[in-house]
T-cell receptor
Framework: NAGVMQNPRHLVRRRGQEARLRCSPM?????VYWYRQLPEEGLKFMVY????????ESGMPKERFSAEFPKEGPSILRIQQVVRGDSAAYFC???????????FGPGTRLTVL | RKEVEQDPGPFNVPEGATVAFNCTYS??????FFWYRQDCRKEPKLLMS???SGNEDGRFTAQLNRASQYISLLIRDSKLSDSATYLC??????????????FGQGTILTVHP
């Protein structure tokens, strides 16, 4: 059973471009969570999604950030018009239900030039 | 006040030493508590859940004091492979926040020969 998969593992964007980060949960997991880890800081919750629904987006910045988890395909975290402060490691996690252990993917390291 | 606060560290200990990490949380309604481990530039991985009665897993012992809103992790007989960042984690309480994990900033442990 493959673990949580994220791609790309490394992403470089120039200021003003768009970044799309993908997350494929573990097989049988319908709950997906996105976290961000800024340099030298702890992980911060961004958003929790269940198939086609956003359950909790209390950690998402108000502008430029959006997330989806369609019926088919991976979950996508989209960052529009990236700025240098968006440079961070973005981790996705999944679980079979919200009270089970969250398994983390290897992360996508975003660098904004 | 941060939602989850940990010892600032870093801890540098010799092999075989016993080391203890402490953590406090601010939301008294929180119900679930964990210790995660994160190796350099890798994803966090669950080390152990923390139960009110205290629990042990080999060389690792976790304790929870709900009255003081305090969590601890004790590592006995430290190994070189224990070198990592240890993250105190609390699950959200109430509403739709049950899927949200709140992480402490982490405590770095280095075990040396």
């Amino acid at each position: 059973n493959a673990g949580v998969m994220q791609n790309p593992r490394h992403l470089v964007r120039r200021r003003g471009q768009e970044a799309r980060l993908r997350c494929s949960p573990m097989k049988g997991h319908s709950h997906v969570y996105w976290y961000r880890q800024l340099p030298e800081e702890g992980l911060k919750f961004m958003v929790y999604l269940q198939k086609e629904n956003i359950i909790d987006e209390s950690g998402m910045p108000k502008e430029r950030f959006s997330a989806e988890f369609p019926k088919e395909g991976p979950s996508i975290l989209r960052i529009q018009q990236v700025v240098r402060g968006d440079s961070a490691a973005y981790f996705c996690a999944s679980s079979p239900n919200p009270f089970d252990e969250q398994f983390f993917g290897p992360g996508t390291r975003l660098t904004v030039l | 006040r941060k939602e989850v606060e940990q010892d600032p560290g870093p801890f540098n200990v010799p092999e075989g030493a016993t080391v203890a990490f402490n953590c406090t949380y601010s939301n008294s309604a929180s119900q679930s508590f964990f210790w995660y481990r994160q190796d350099c530039r890798k994803e966090p991985k669950l080390l152990m859940s923390v139960y009110s009665s205290g629990n042990e897993d080999g060389r690792f012992t976790a304790q929870l004091n709900r009255a003081s809103q305090y969590i601890s992790l004790l590592i006995r007989d430290s190994k070189l492979s224990d070198s990592a960042t240890y993250l105190c984690v609390v699950r959200g309480a109430g509403g739709t926040s049950y899927g949200k994990l709140t992480f402490g900033q982490g405590t770095i442990l280095t075990v040396h020969p």
